[in-house]
């Protein structure tokens, strides 16, 4: 399968725990986007790299959350001292840098987290 | 069948007949939309998508109509099959000139009776 992974694809914690999650883009994709999605909702932009350059973080990324690209492939988002409003689907999507501001997201199956 | 989004967030058709599933946008500057279908505990899927300098495309047994006059957006789905039963998100890039950060509306469910 050479479409986006994330890993876990569930998370139980308790609150006050770090977790952290990983995406695996599709290999020719420099781009790189985390999401969040709760119940019901359309997903919410959190941050995108480019290679490994972070360009952009949504103010719903608070200071208890970081994201890295460190070497330009795979990414991980760490939630530090979980909250139960944390529990969400966090979803990773990937694409091509475009020549122009079009070009479909490449989403993964996403990680569900709970926190209890 | 027809819906308006977020007053009727599901929308029940026959198997056989056709859908249309309706989304407003709110950002005069957004210049790409996407129509995504999200299966439950999948992520999303991309259907179809429209640039703003087009008002029609079309897929296989899929429509997009874009009416930027009233910023109105339609996911036609011809012949709808019960495989058709999900979630449809419609997605504006609104950030034109960067980041292709994708703005995702809440979502109709639609669901195929048989």
């Known amino acids: 399968d050479t479409g986006v992974s994330q890993d876990p694809r569930h998370k139980i914690t308790k609150r006050g725990q770090n977790v952290t999650f990983r995406c695996d883009p599709i290999?020719?994709?420099?781009?790189l986007y985390w999401y969040r999605q709760t119940l019901g909702q359309g997903p919410e932009f959190l941050t995108y790299?480019?290679?490994?350059?972070?360009?952009?973080k949504s103010r719903l990324l608070s200071d208890r959350f970081s994201a890295e690209r460190p070497k330009g492939s795979f990414s991980t988002l760490e939630i530090q001292r979980t909250e139960q409003g944390d529990s969400a689907m966090y979803l990773c999507a990937s694409t091509k840098n475009p020549r122009e501001n079009t070009g479909e997201l490449f989403f993964g199956e996403g990680s569900r987290l709970t926190v209890l | 069948g027809e819906s308006v989004g977020l007053h009727l967030p599901t929308l029940s058709v026959q198997e056989g007949d056709n859908s249309i599933i309706n989304c407003a946008y709110s950002?005069?500057?957004?210049?790409?939309f996407i129509w995504y279908k999200q299966e439950s505990g999948k992520g999303p899927q991309f259907i179809i998508d429209i640039r703003s300098n087009m008002d029609k495309r079309q897929g296989q047994r899929v429509t997009v109509l874009l009416n930027k006059t009233v910023k109105h957006l339609s996911l036609q789905i011809a012949a709808t099959q019960p495989g058709d039963s999900a979630v449809y998100f419609c997605?504006?890039?609104?950030?034109?000139?960067?980041?292709?950060?994708?703005?995702f509306g809440t979502g109709t469910q639609l669901k195929v009776e048989l």
């Open positions: 997605a504006e890039n609104r950030s034109p000139g960067g980041g292709n950060k994708l703005t």
């Open positions: 790299f480019q290679n490994e350059a972070q360009l952009e």
């Open positions: 290999s020719e994709h420099n781009r």
């Open positions: 950002n005069s500057a957004s210049d790409y």
